[in-house]
């Protein structure tokens, strides 16, 4: 509410016209010194029975100024034309001057210690303000960080201008979003440690990683075994070199056979008179390079075919049979579905 206004060069007015209990105007004779300003308290009737307080609320029209009726313990009432009004002092302003004396909280418009007054009685959040010296800052108090001041301790030298709660040299301290600079430096963990802990580059040096460019291995290195006819850049491991240069035997084939995966690299014999027949690609497809020896453990006669004459081509020379016994050929794949077999040939 606004304050209500006063002026003492006002003299008795009277009604310019009647009013009933009813009506929220009040027509005045003038308005010769009548506040400019409002609200203000005019009495009307006053010290008879018909005694009346009225609140003058805002400027008039003409003579017609509106009211709040009935004001300060008293009850709206009918007036007749010409009753006096005065304004006058009512036991309202003196008794909220009283009131504002001895009050302890509520005053001056504010609600002292629960936000509009710092006080030391209640947790208070402080927004938009800027602190001074810290040194002012009041025994006590905590800052924390989102800058409500709570209780707790506080030493003012733990902040920077401005309220800022300032990183220590020593002490744990947590640290919410915030950018660490180009050079940070800490401890050092122990070899092998697996905790929380930041890891330096001391830590990571001393862990004995190789680098990934141009690492220097000790020990025995270990590495995943690539299958076999692998042809990429892969660590080839022992195992493979091995199997890629030692022949495996395969038991002793006695009847028509077709050879298969698994069979690259290896050294299979024969014992008998049949057929070796190489499939098409679309049912097996080797890779190109591939290379599979035969060899003839018998005085038996064997042949080298494709599957499918007419999509595989097998060349040889001067035949695609094994000479004799103890004869040895190799099949080779040189592309897409075309094999030559080199060896101990004959028609």
């Known amino acids: 509410m606004s304050a209500r206004q006063y002026s003492s060069t006002v003299a008795v007015k009277t009604l310019g016209t009647a009013m009933d209990a009813s009506v929220a105007t009040m027509v005045l004779n003038n ?38 009726r009935g004001e300060d313990g008293t009850t709206a009432t009918s007036h007749l034309a010409g009753s006096s009004v005065k304004h006058m ?23 002292a210690l629960d936000g509009d ?23 006590g108090s905590t800052l924390t960080n989102n800058g409500t001041i709570s209780g707790g301790t506080i030493n003012p030298t733990t902040l920077q201008q401005g309220g ?7 002490g744990t301290q947590t640290l919410t979003n915030k950018t660490l600079g180009a050079t940070v430096t800490g401890t050092t963990a122990a070899v092998d440690d697996n905790t929380t802990l930041v890891a330096t580059t001391a830590y990571v040096v001393g862990q004995g990683y190789a680098k990934i460019a141009s690492p220097s291995l000790t020990g025995t290195p270990l590495a995943p075994t690539a299958a076999f006819g692998t042809n990429t850049t892969q660590i080839a491991t022992t195992a493979f070199v091995q199997a890629a240069t030692t ?12 050879v298969a995966s698994g069979d690259e690299g290896d050294l299979i014999e024969l014992n008998g008179t049949f057929t070796v027949s190489i499939p098409t690609d679309a049912t097996f497809n080797f890779t190109i390079g591939t290379q599979i020896n035969l060899l003839n453990i018998s005085t038996g006669v064997i042949t080298i075919a494709a599957v499918t004459p007419g999509t595989t081509t097998v ?20 592309a ?6 080199v060896g101990d040939l004959t028609a």
């Open 164 to 170: 800022v709660q300032a990183v220590t040299t020593t």
């Open 31 to 68: 308005t010769t010194s009548v506040p400019l300003a409002y609200p203000f308290t005019m009495v009307i009737d006053p010290d008879t029975a018909y005694e009346e307080i009225v609140t003058v609320t805002a400027a008039p029209t003409g003579y017609s100024y509106p009211v709040t």
């Open 247 to 258: 022949l495996s035997v395969i038991a002793a084939k006695t009847a028509v056979y077709t």
């Open 336 to 341: 897409a579905n075309v094999w030559v077999v």
């Open 117 to 139: 007054i710092v006080g030391t009685a209640k947790t208070q959040e402080l927004t938009n303000k800027t602190l001074g010296n810290t040194n002012n800052i009041k025994a």
């Open 89 to 111: 002092v009512t036991a309202r302003d003196l008794q909220e001057a009283q009131t504002h004396i001895y009050a302890s909280t509520g005053v001056h418009g504010m609600v």
């Open 315 to 334: 060349s040889g020379t001067p035949g695609l049979k094994l000479r004799a016994q103890w004869s040895m050929a190799t099949l080779i794949k040189r």
